[in-house]
C-alpha cells in the first residue's frame, strides 16, 4: 500500500527538482496536478488550500522555501520568503515548524552550498512525513484491534486527515488504512465538514479508492450517531497542540469531543510530533483562523454536466461568521496518537513525550 507516488498529495522529482500537488479545490470532482514553479505559486497553493492539511502544508511551505532559496540564497532573500510563506495561513503550526526546520539547516552554511542543501532537507522532510505518519498509523492500529465493538468497528471522523492533509497514510486515516490492511472490519461515519466540506470532498474519496466502508453524515448528525450506540471512536487530526494537551483542529471538532465525552466512546487525536506546539501553553494562545464568510452562505459543486458552479444559500445581506477550527480542551481528549506512541493529553503526557524525545537526541 502506498508504494507509489501516484497516491501521495505532493510529488517531487530527484532529478529536475519539479515540484507537483494535486489541487484539492477540484476533489473529488477533478483529479488535477498543478506545477508549482515559483514562491508566488506556493504561497497561493497554501492560501488558498489547494494544499491543506497541517502536516502538508508544512511539507508544502519547505519545498518553497527551497525553491526561493535557489534564485537567492542570501540571508535577507531566506528571511523574506520565510515571512511570506508564513503569513499564507495562521493556524497550523507545522508550516512554521518545517520553516524553522529548513532555516536551521541552510542559514549556517556557505551561500553557494545553500539551494542543494534546501532541496535535500525538502525531500528529506517529506520522507519523514510519510514514515511518521506510517508509525502513527501502526501505534494507532494497536489501539482499534483492543477497541471494543460489534461485528464491524465504527469510527468517526471529521474534516479531512488523510494522505490527502499530509503525504501518503495520513494522521487519523493512518490507523484505518492500516486496519482495513490487516483485515479488522471497519466502518467509516465521515462528517461533511461545513463549510467547505473536507469529509464530503476529501476523506469520502479517499476512503471510498481505498475500498475502506464509509457513510457521510451531515456534521449536526454527529450527537445523534454518538448517543445511539453507532460509533465505536472517534479519531480525529489536529493543526496546533498545545504543551497541555489542548488540541485545535477543523470547527466541529469541540462538539464531537463533547458528545463523545457524554456517552463514554473514545476521542483520540492523531498527530505528528512537528503539530504540538511547545511554546504554546494552553489552546487558548492558539490563533484560530477566521475566513471568509462567503464560504458559509454559498457552497460549491458541479452541475450535472460536471461544470463547477457555486450557489448562493443565504438571502442577499446575510452576514455570516467562519471561525476554520475549534480549540478541544484535552480533558475531553482520551489519548494522542502520535508517531513514537500513544501519550495522555495533559502536562504530564507531553512532558514524558518530550523527555523521551530529549532522550532520543
Ligand atoms: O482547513 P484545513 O483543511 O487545512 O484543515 C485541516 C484539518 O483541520 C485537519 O484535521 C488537520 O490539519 C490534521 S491533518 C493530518
Not at 477540484?26 to 488558498?48: G, K, Q
Request: proline share 4%; aromatic share 4%.
Amino acid at each position: 500500500m502506498f508504494s507509489s507516488d501516484d497516491l501521495a498529495s505532493l510529488r517531487s522529482d530527484a532529478v529536475s527538482g519539479a515540484v507537483e500537488i494535486i489541487d484539492q479545490t477540484l476533489l473529488p470532482h477533478t483529479l488535477r496536478w498543478v506545477h508549482l514553479d515559483s514562491l508566488e505559486a506556493y504561497c497561493h497553493a497554501i492560501s488558498a488550500m489547494q494544499v491543506r492539511g497541517a502536516p502538508l502544508i508544512g511539507i508544502s511551505a519547505a519545498f518553497g522555501l527551497a525553491h526561493a532559496v535557489a534564485g537567492d540564497p542570501s540571508d535577507a532573500g531566506i528571511r523574506q520568503a520565510s515571512e511570506r510563506l508564513l503569513a499564507t495561513r495562521p493556524t497550523a503550526v507545522n508550516l512554521r515548524w518545517a520553516l524553522e526546520a529548513m532555516a536551521q539547516e541552510i542559514l549556517p552554511l556557505a551561500l553557494d552550498k545553500r539551494a542543494g542543501a534546501a532541496r535535500a532537507r525538502a525531500i528529506a522532510l517529506r520522507q519523514a512525513d510519510i514514515d511518521n505518519c506510517a508509525a502513527i498509523g501502526d501505534h494507532g492500529l494497536a489501539l482499534l484491534r483492543d477497541m471494543p465493538r460489534g461485528d464491524t468497528l465504527n469510527i468517526m471522523t471529521h474534516c479531512n486527515a488523510g494522505w490527502l492533509a499530509t503525504i501518503q497514510w495520513g494522521t487519523a486515516l493512518a490507523p484505518i488504512y492500516k486496519a482495513r490492511a490487516a483485515g479488522l472490519p471497519v466502518h467509516v461515519w465521515v462528517s461533511e465538514t461545513r463549510p467547505r466540506n473536507q469529509g464530503m470532498n476529501l476523506t469520502a474519496w479517499e476512503l471510498q479508492r481505498a475500498g475502506v466502508p464509509c457513510t457521510v453524515v451531515a456534521d449536526n448528525s454527529c450527537g445523534q450517531l454518538l448517543r445511539s450506540g453507532a460509533v465505536d471512536c472517534v479519531i480525529v487530526g489536529s493543526d496546533r497542540t498545545a504543551a497541555n494537551g489542548d488540541v485545535c483542529n477543523k470547527v466541529g471538532t469541540y462538539l464531537k469531543a463533547l458528545a463523545a465525552a457524554d456517552n463514554n466512546i473514545p476521542f483520540y487525536v492523531a498527530l505528528p510530533e512537528s503539530t504540538i506546539d511547545w511554546r504554546c501553553a494552553g489552546g487558548g494562545d492558539i490563533p484560530i483562523e477566521e475566513r471568509d464568510p462567503l464560504e458559509v452562505l454559498a457552497i460549491a459543486g458541479v452541475d450535472a454536466a460536471g461544470q463547477g458552479l457555486e450557489v448562493n444559500l443565504a438571502a442577499a445581506g446575510t452576514r455570516a461568521a467562519n471561525p476554520a477550527f475549534d480549540v478541544t480542551p484535552a480533558r475531553l481528549v482520551t489519548g494522542l496518537v502520535t508517531e513514537h506512541g500513544v501519550y495522555a493529553a495533559s502536562v504530564e503526557g507531553l512532558a514524558s513525550l518530550k523527555d523521551q524525545l530529549q532522550g532520543l537526541a
